[in-house]
């Protein structure tokens, strides 16, 4: 079996990467950022006391026995404690994962439903007027910052329009959640057949999800459209052709599947950034996701926190560049036989 | 005359470049294929040949145009066809074979899908029943093992066993009235190169097929065809049967073709 | 007798066919001048004069703005676009225009800077690692995977945090997150021609090893590498401006384009849009040069996208 021996061996190469990236940021947060005890200590605090604080954040070892120490809680399973919120910092990234995940995949999902017939439709068009559109359209999605996108929506929507609601979350301000299952809002609230709170959650996610969505489209389709003009030109296109297929199972049978793949890869590269927190895109919405919880960390110097987000989001990354190549494989049989 | 079943009259085209300069390609190109015989069309590379023959399936590049001239197949001008009624006689009635099959068939799709397809399209029928006639003509073509064969992708085929499936799929499975051959012998070994001719003879005679060769080797034609079309930067030079060619070439082009070919002497 | 030989070839036939009174010249070699004629793409018009465009204010800004960039008040806070104020004002009373054309500076200066610096180091990075192969080549490439699986951005923010504010610390910062693409990009580019029959001829003649590398395969890989710089410019640009609208980085009085969104991120809950929306659009207009450029070389130096 080639395709669980290739992935047993990238999942292995996960322990290295993942071992660089906890020692580099360790070093980097601590080295760069210096002693972070007078932001968790009162002003008036004696200095017994301060002693005292810097000994529970862990931080009045040496470096390098802080840093072991890390890496055999780590090794159990401990992320260790959040300085800001005091609660293990696996249990913090495990609450806001659902919220991440949830506006990572409706955008994602929309933005490729989306992006791809758009790319098809500009190459088999190429020159013509619906290329230049999708071309237009997509460089502009790709030039402007997605947090401007973000704010033009809710102003559009919010502001002008008053069709959906203002950037405060999950859910509006004063509604309760749904009984925790999945965490994921959309599907708590419908096992738990509260439609009007579904409603709610879905109005909440409607321009974040569009702001992703928008910002994903605009690469997917541009890339659908440069390898789809490539796949066109074939030879085996050509004999399709002479076969006698039809325009339309041309495209979208033949054609098409060969001109995946880059679309995958992008696909893969996308998910790496979203799911691992669009920092900006959760700060404009109030979302409260993995990136909003890491530029927190940031601003307050919570090693731990930053450590486990770190940690997860290059685990992400791996994963899905994982999830790419056995994409190919399924894709593109050239790639199961080396 | 009545037997001719494909004629190409004085048929003119150009390269129109991004700023609409036209760059004539070729210059009233004038010959005919008549029923039930294989009709070599011989040239250099870049002869136009291979233009020609993708003009008559319609599937020439996009920047070429044609200038002047008609493709006759039937009565009907193949160059004035509407997309629906060219779709009709592609595959079905006039079917290609192309250079380098590894490349000519879609990679993603195993050999027997792509043979089942065609066939379903041509000739309905189930999947199963499809893939049945699909694993047959692989059979006839004498690939061994087709069951297994059939379920491979063509980058698991060679070149000449690929060529194999390019022609069972265009000759077997379309089973049309006139077979167009682009190079397909280009860039195999040359003992499977005669295998494949000889394999196309084969076919040609049991099915009564009209084939078109388009080739630059001259040895190739000179065993199987029985016309021979000569081809020079865009222009026929020299039409006749492959013994007038061989034996009496009236062209100085025709005679430096045949001495290059190392066959006959100049 | 060339003439259609070239356009068989563009065609993509024949192209290997040789037959003996062929002549020598493979397609590719005929192809190319015809592609050297094509006039210059709208694509690469449009960048390049976009760009020139934003240079121009840039340098204007030095000396003329229409009101002075860096002082509040010089209107009232929140006056919407009018003739004295094309743009219109910002919280603190300041004139949009003069900020945005102020920008440019630091927008623009920023992203150049920051790409040339991670062009040059990860170029040279690569070649080497591409060319000598071994211990070298890992080393660097696993390096280079570690710092790929962090997150961009991320790694952005916390440097930034780490060693403060400054136009300097940024382009650093910016740079250094540039360098693990040009590194891959060349160092892929170089391996797939160390072997090439001219790289073979060159080391005959008895040219040193980084002369090989460095004289005559990296100067074949300038297309792919200059194309790819003008994308990556887009992308430090937007990661500037980010940084920028998440208060980190510069001074927040500076008139760099994504901290005015940030300021103006409080107007736009309340109707007053122009504060967010006009450096947005400046943003788009650099960004979007840059990505038309980057297609032109591209579309230049990789012929199956032009067939």
Redesign the interface.
Known sequence: MPLALMILRRLFWIIPVALGVVTITFFAARVFTGDPTELYTPPEATDELRAQIRERLGLADPLWVQYGKYLSDLLRGDFGMSFTTGLNVGADLSDRLPATLELGLVGMVFGVLAGVPLGVIAAVNRERWPDFLVRGVTLGGMALPQFWIGLVLIWIFFVTLGWLPGPVGRLPIGVNPPPLLTGFLLIDTALAGDGEKFRLALRQLALPALTLGLTTLAPVARVTRASMVEALQSDYIRTAIAMGHGRRVVWFRYCLRNALLPVVTLIGGVAGHVFGGAVLLESIFGWPGLGQYALQAIERSDFAALQGFVIYASLLYVLAFLAVDVLYMLIDPRMRTP | MSDVLLSVENFSGA?RA??GRL?P?LHDVNFALRTGAITAVVG?????K??TALSI?G???A??VRTSGRILFEGRDLLTLG?TAL??????RI??V???AR????????VGQQLA??FR??HGGSRDAAMAKAIDALRRVSIPEPERRARQ?P??FSGGMAQRA?IA??ALI?RPTLLIL??PT??LDVTIQSEIMELIVELGRSAGLTACLIT?DLGVVAETCDAVVVMN??RVVETGTAEAIFTAPQHAYTR??LA??LLVPA | MSAPHILESVAGHDATADTPTAPPSPAVQVAVPTRRRAPLSWSMRIGLAVLVFYCAVALLSLVWTPFDPLSPGVGEGYMPPSREFLLGTDRLGSDILSRIMAGARYDLGITLVAVTIALVVGTILGTIAGYYGGTVDIVISRCVEVFQAFPGLLFAMLVVKAVGPGVLNIILVMSFIGIPDYLRLSRAEIRSRRNWPYAEAARMVGNRSWQVAFRHLLPNSAGPLLAFTSINAAFVALVTASLGFLGLGLDPNTPEWGSMIARGQDGVMTGEWWLSFFPGLAILGMTGAFYLLGDALSDLTDPRRRR
Do not use: W
């Open positions: 390269f991004a700023d760059t390609v250099e590379t870049g002869s136009g291979s233009l399936l599937i020439q590049p920047t070429f997309a779709r009709a006689i592609r595959g079905r079917s290609m192309f250079q380098d490349a000519a068939m879609n990679p993603v799709f195993t397809e065609v399209l041509q992708y980058h698991e390019m799929m265009a379309c682009d190079e280009t860039g630059h930067a865009g430096k073709l290059a070919s």
